[in-house]
């Protein structure tokens, strides 16, 4: 079975500063990972994937996490937080082309970021 | 280049009620799938549809039925509803992975919001 654990709950980072949200998963699978981001009342959308080509995968606006095989974990990291990166992200784990996968969800981290 | 659209976007209805939310999926995909995310809660997976069938289904109940139709665009059918039904429901689209053997991200739409008094 596949799981993914978001370390915190909460990150809270002032403007400009770097942002690094932790995120840990369980695969049987060589697997895909993705992270999304939802902003209120908002539906959720896609910041960057990883599906094997490059362990290093760049996003959209800043964003880039990297697959550490050896430490099972997909951080998302961006150098300079700004106000509009408020939001809720969640890292998420799918089995690897198996056909009509499901996506396996965290808990979530809700950032934060003050002026 | 017109994304997942989702209606209705809110909706109330009443315990023991039916209720059927639409999804028209992203130009060219041709597999939906659909969330359930309860307030605060990350998004738990309900089923998925490809070539009008369901392929694969998370631990809902059979009160939550789907259908697919040649256009690809899908619907979401909950019966006898319960309180505990109140969530915002996600429709997500995507080229279908087994096809291409590659995993292809899912978009998603914003959601309805469903409302149980």
């Known amino acids: 079975a596949q799981s993914v654990t978001q370390l915190d709950s909460h990150v809270s980072v002032s403007e400009g500063t770097p942002v690094l949200l932790r995120c840990n998963y369980s695969?049987?699978?060589?697997?895909?990972l993705f992270w999304y981001v939802q902003h209120p009342n908002k539906g959720l959308q896609l910041l960057l994937k990883y599906t094997s080509a490059a362990t290093l995968v760049k996003g959209i606006n800043g964003f880039e996490a990297e697959f550490k095989k050896s430490e099972t974990s997909f951080h998302l990291t961006k150098p300079s937080a700004h106000m509009s990166d408020a939001a809720e992200y969640f890292c998420v784990v799918s089995p690897r082309a198996t056909g009509f996968q499901k996506l396996v969800f965290g808990t979530g981290t809700r950032l934060l970021v003050s002026p | 280049d017109a994304g997942v659209t989702q209606s209705p976007t809110h909706l109330i209805k009443t315990r023991g009620q039916q209720v059927t939310l639409r999804c028209s999926p992203k130009?060219?995909?041709?597999?939906v799938s659909w969330y359930q995310q309860a307030l605060g809660q990350e998004p738990q997976f309900i089923f998925q549809y490809y070539e009008e069938e369901e392929r694969q289904r998370g631990n809902f109940p059979d009160r939550f039925s789907g259908h697919q139709f040649p256009n690809y665009s899908s619907e979401l059918n909950v019966n006898a509803l319960l309180l505990g039904d109140s969530a915002l429901y996600l429709c997500a689209s995507s080229l279908n992975s087994r096809a291409r053997n590659s995993n292809q991200p899912q978009h998603f739409g914003d959601g309805t919001r469903l409302s149980i008094l």
């Open positions: 130009s060219g995909h041709d597999t």
């Open positions: 695969s049987s699978y060589s697997p895909s």
